[in-house]
């Protein structure tokens, strides 16, 4: 029996990564290696037929270990992992900050380094980076995450066209708004980031205003699975694509960046927060 091709998956205990690990090991086509920092979180993936592991993408070791584990039939790595600290910048902590960028980018190449030898070997190979339309465009308070998926958007840049004579395609996917449990905790570390009566209350007071709807609205954004489904498209198309917006509202926000300027783009802001309906 030919062994089926591994894909390695990273923040699989909630939203994106759990529905991407569910897709593939569904499909059967698949040896799926379904990743959490605590595995427990992923005992019904598990039960599905995926192989359940610890990976904390701060820690070398563990992502040494699955990558070794997955050996020469890794053909899929799936950097999902990610974490945002909301705050105004005066006020947000250094150490989330270069949390974030441990876990989201340096974790990211980390990965990659670990993979890319064995993809190189077999002469194919695919990577998928999960960024975001938050790499395109920033909002304010939140450029403790926003800083991390800029820098996703060069590193894909970068690493396409370096691995590209081995046979290894890169695709970077740009979720828009999803519904998942990230909003929760853009709310409450936005909450938690700053004097609740300090000089930028106002500025987080409308921010958060605008996150709740958002974040808190059935019918807004996506759902994990439509992410999935561009990820899964992203391993198994003919060619990998550089890209997939899957936004629904990021269109909107991208072009109006593009065509506005800064100095529009900001003015656009402040008339959307001031105008946000207070509860």
């Known amino acids: 029996m030919t062994e089926k091709p591994a894909v390695l998956i990273t923040g699989c205990s909630t939203g994106i990564g759990r529905a991407t690990a569910e897709r593939l090991t569904a499909s059967g086509d698949w040896t799926v290696y379904a990743t959490a920092r605590d595995p427990e979180t992923l005992?019904?993936?598990?039960?599905?037929?995926?192989?359940?592991?610890?990976?904390?993408?701060?820690?070398?070791?563990?992502?040494?270990?699955?990558?070794?584990?997955?050996g020469d039939s890794l053909f899929g790595l799936v950097n999902n992992a990610g974490y945002g600290e909301y705050g105004v910048v005066e006020e947000l902590p250094v150490e989330a900050l270069r949390r974030g960028f441990e876990t989201n980018v340096v974790g990211t190449v980390r990965l990659c380094q670990l993979a890319l030898p064995r993809m190189r070997a077999a002469g194919a190979g695919r990577i998928v980076i999960v960024g975001s339309v938050g790499g395109l465009f920033t909002f304010p308070a939140a450029a403790g995450y926003h800083l991390t998926k800029y820098a996703l958007e060069s590193l894909a840049d970068a690493l396409r066209y370096e691995v590209a004579p081995f046979g290894v395609g890169v695709t970077?996917?740009?979720?828009?708004?999803?519904?998942?449990?990230f909003g929760a905790t853009a709310l409450r570390t936005l909450a938690a980031n700053g004097a609740a009566d300090g000089p930028y209350t106002e500025v987080k007071s409308q921010v958060e205003t605008m996150y709740r709807r958002a974040f808190t609205d059935p019918a807004a954004g996506v759902g994990p699975e439509t992410?999935?489904?561009a990820i899964e498209g992203a391993l198994t198309g003919e060619r990998a694509p550089s890209r997939d917006l899957v936004a629904a509202e990021g269109p909107y926000f991208v072009n109006l960046?593009?065509?506005?300027?800064?100095?529009?783009?900001?003015?656009?802001?402040?008339?959307?927060?001031?105008?946000?309906?207070?509860?």
């Not at 970077?172 to 449990?181: D, F, H, K």
């Not at 960046?257 to 509860?279: H, I, K, S, V």
């Open 227 to 229: 992410v999935a489904e």
């Open 257 to 279: 960046r593009r065509e506005l300027g800064d100095d529009g783009f900001d003015g656009a802001l402040r008339t959307m927060l001031a105008n946000e309906p207070r509860e």
């Open 43 to 70: 005992r019904d993936l598990g039960a599905a037929g995926a192989r359940v592991r610890r990976l904390d993408t701060t820690d070398d070791e563990s992502m040494r270990a699955v990558v070794d584990e997955a």
């Open 172 to 181: 970077l996917i740009q979720p828009g708004l999803v519904r998942t449990e």
